[in-house]
């Protein structure tokens, strides 16, 4: 009876790391993401939920501009597809890290039941903003929306590895973090170090509608 219990208590705790993997991932997918679209990320975080018995996390981020204030409807398209990019990053990136650890693309069930609020707010921002008309041409954006979506997560594998990793440590990590994380120690810094120049302009006011829609056509 002992030995059962103790075997039991082993394998939970197998199961809360993987979940605090996981979640470093999912977290660490959604930050990247909001980061290449000049989002401000002023923090991420993973914590577990004693009540519920699970691992939670999540990415509290500012868009480059308050989508009601955009006069030019061009930018406010850009703007709003990658928001619902945003939603989708957590668990594009959480099926990626599965994959390169099992072979198969082939997800747990308990892994994309994770992302429901995720889904939920994609869903809501398309039918608001009218994307894509419902039924086929719906599933069609979607599926192109998730491809551009893993597109980019797997170029920037290693910087949203690096922000896994000090996320499974730290469990919390700010935009002050995030930033001397990526410009100090990515194999990319150069890149970072303008990015992070331009997300500081864009979020103290100092961009054009103009400027900010060049800038994201380049992402």
Same mark, same amino acid.
């Given at each position: 009876m002992g030995r059962s219990s103790s075997i039991d208590q082993i394998r939970k705790r197998i199961v809360k790391t993987y979940e605090l993997i996981g979640g470093s991932y999912h977290e660490a997918s959604?930050?990247? *993401? %909001?980061l290449l679209h000049l989002m401000k990320v002023n923090h991420t975080y993973i914590f577990e939920n004693e009540e519920l018995g699970r691992v939670h996390g999540g990415t509290n981020y500012v868009d480059p501009m308050i989508f009601e204030t955009v006069q030019d409807p061009e930018l406010l398209h850009i703007m709003v597809k990658a928001d619902v990019g945003m939603s989708y990053s957590g668990l594009i990136g959480e099926k990626m890290l599965f994959q390169s650890i099992s072979g198969s693309p082939k997800i747990p069930? +308990?892994? /994309?039941?994770? %992302?429901?609020? #995720?889904?939920? /707010? %994609?869903?809501?921002?398309? &039918? &608001? *903003?009218?994307?894509a008309s419902p039924g086929q041409k719906r599933t069609i954006f979607k599926r192109k929306l998730m491809k551009q979506v893993r597109y980019e997560l797997y170029h920037h594998w290693n910087d949203i590895m690096l922000i896994a990793h000090h996320l499974f440590k730290k469990h919390k990590l700010t935009f002050a973090d995030l930033s001397k994380l990526l410009t100090k120690k990515s194999s990319n &810094? %150069? +890149?970072?170090? #303008?990015? +992070?120049? $331009?997300?500081?302009?864009?979020? $103290?006011g100092g961009i054009t509608e103009e400027e900010l829609k060049t800038l994201l056509r380049a992402t």
């Open positions: 959604h930050t990247v *993401y %909001a069930v +308990f892994i /994309s039941e994770g %992302a429901h609020e #995720d889904n939920n /707010s %994609a869903r809501q921002v398309i &039918k &608001k *903003y009218n994307l &810094k %150069a +890149f970072w170090k #303008d990015h +992070f120049k $331009h997300i500081q302009r864009i979020h $103290h």
